[in-house]
């Protein structure tokens, strides 16, 4: 082969491997910067959890408070019914007293839903806590991951960028720019032609002339359509004719030693 076709073929793979490498390099952080968008929301629930439990030991305080006050007015109205003149103001009183015990009545109700909405708050904080830990080692993980994969990628991308300027030097001078204006504007430079007498890139039919002189893989020759550098690839062999089955050859046993 033209050495400046196999060198071309050769080109192509480190400019593959090379923007294949930067595309991962790329997106590495991504899936890190997944994880710590969850963390966020995850520490943002305990925070809610810890805010709504406090807003309701704030609750429960305050109907606490009322409760004492309205028990202080029951025994202040008890005071006064032992000193009333007439039943008029004896009955007035039991009905003040009556509508301090409902009052009280109706704060308790209030602790009791306060003290099941904390419940439901201290599940919540707890399961986002099991969450937010089980994040923050998935993160790690994947963080020296990502660190780690980094460096081999900017490795073998280093080998590579080495192993394509020395390519890139190899071949003729003139070659190289073409290449590269093929390459920048069709994503690839070079094409394979396989028996079908086709240009595998853009699918059109070589002339039979330029055909036979791309089978030949002796010079550099352009696609007429797409002008990407051809190269010929034969077919692979032909499989050789499968033998017919081996002769089956019972296999003995071993014969057991005697112990
Ligand atoms: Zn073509």
Redesign the pocket.
């Known amino acids: 082969m033209n050495p400046d076709l196999e060198k071309l073929i050769a080109l192509q793979e480190a400019d593959r491997e090379i923007e294949r490498l930067n595309q991962e390099i790329a997106l590495l952080p991504r899936r890190v910067a997944t994880i710590e968008s969850k963390l966020a929301d995850t520490r943002a629930r305990i925070e809610k959890a810890k805010a709504a439990m406090a807003a309701a030991q704030k609750d429960r305080k305050k109907l606490d408070t009322e409760i004492q006050d309205h028990q202080q007015k029951i025994s202040k109205y008890r005071d006064q019914s032992l000193a009333v003149k007439t039943n008029e103001q004896y009955k007035a009183l039991l009905q003040e007293i009556t509508f301090a015990e409902q009052a009280i009545r109706a704060c308790e109700d209030k602790i009791l839903d306060g003290m099941l909405a904390v419940e439901t708050q201290e599940k919540n904080q707890k399961a986002a806590e099991a969450e937010l830990k089980q994040e923050m080692a998935e993160i790690e993980k994947e963080k020296s991951e990502a660190r780690a994969r980094t460096e081999e990628d900017q490795k073998q991308l280093a080998e590579w960028a080495a192993r394509r300027n020395l390519l890139r030097s190899e071949i003729s001078a003139d070659v190289v720019p073409y290449y590269d204006r093929v390459q920048t504007l069709r994503k690839s430079g070079i ?1 394979e032609v396989h028996e079908d007498s086709k ?1 595998s ?4 039919m070589l002339r039979p002339q330029t055909y036979n002189e791309v089978r030949a893989n002796d010079r550099v020759i352009a ?6 550098i ?1 190269y010929y690839v034969p077919p692979p062999p032909e499989p050789e004719p499968a033998p017919g089955p081996a002769p089956a050859e019972a296999a003995q046993p071993a014969a057991e030693s005697a112990s």
């Open positions: 094409a240009c890139a853009c699918n059109v696609c007429d359509s797409c002008g990407r051809l």
